[in-house]
């Protein structure tokens, strides 16, 4: 069982927009702002999307975006594309020596 | 722009060690900065953490709960690189395993992944 928990399951049409939600607790999403957000595709290596809850790496599309209250953070993807069909997996930094810990994955699909 | 090249056997017998290694370019394993990961996928656990190195002055190891009574994590740094050895391996181990480099639960770079499955 994940540490974070996030919906197995998302669905939207092109060009719609769709929220992925990420649960933890105060020791985790709640106590910093350590919060991350992953791309994956299968047989590929996960992409970062989002950083320090709502900051993009260089090159990722300001479609996505990520946000935090309390203990959930959200990943939002405005203007949904084919090729954002994808898992999706969020992170936190933790304490109380967890350290890093991760979200179950929420499968995206784009219909 | 930091890169990982992961290297290592993709079969491994149950109760034996698993042991990969990841070539860092761009950076160095020594550096101040950075931390180096180890993370693995597999379709009934999702991603997972397994544990990090990373040198602030002294090297310093951390390990996930759920792994650390048989994981070890080392740094070479005359290879600039990076290892795995997971002990008493079971099939519950097979999963694809990635290195990652990055700080607070945030991996920017990583390996290609090894496909690992433990079977006799």
């Known amino acids: 069982q994940s540490a974070l928990t996030q919906p197995p399951s998302a669905s939207g049409s092109p060009g719609q927009s769709v929220s992925i939600s990420c649960t933890g607790t105060s020791s985790d999403v709640g106590g910093f702002n350590y919060v991350s957000w992953y791309q994956h595709h299968p047989g590929k290596a996960p992409k970062l999307m989002i950083y320090e809850v709502s900051k993009r790496p260089s090159g990722v599309p300001d479609r996505f975006s990520g946000s935090k209250s309390g203990n959930t953070a959200s990943l939002t993807v405005s203007g949904l594309q084919a090729e954002d069909e994808a898992e999706y997996y969020c992170s936190s930094h933790a304490g109380n020596n967890n350290f890093v810990v991760l979200g179950g994955g929420t499968k995206l699909t784009v219909l | 722009q930091v890169q990982l090249q992961q290297s290592g056997p993709g079969l491994v017998k149950p109760s034996q060690t698993l042991s990969l290694t990841c070539a860092i370019s761009g950076d160095s394993v020594s550096s101040k900065s950075a931390a180096w990961n180890w993370i693995r996928q597999s379709p009934s656990r999702g991603l997972e953490w397994l544990g990090r190195t990373y040198y602030r002055s002294k090297w310093y190891y951390d390990y996930a709960l759920s792994v650390q009574s048989r994981l070890i994590i080392n740094a070479d740094t005359s290879k600039n690189q990076f290892s795995l050895q997971l002990n008493s391996v079971t099939p519950e181990d097979t999963a694809v395993y990635f290195c990652?480099?990055?700080?607070?639960?945030?991996?920017?770079?990583w390996g290609q992944g090894t496909l690992v499955t433990v079977s006799s």
């Open positions: 990652a480099a990055g700080r607070f639960g945030s991996f920017d770079s």
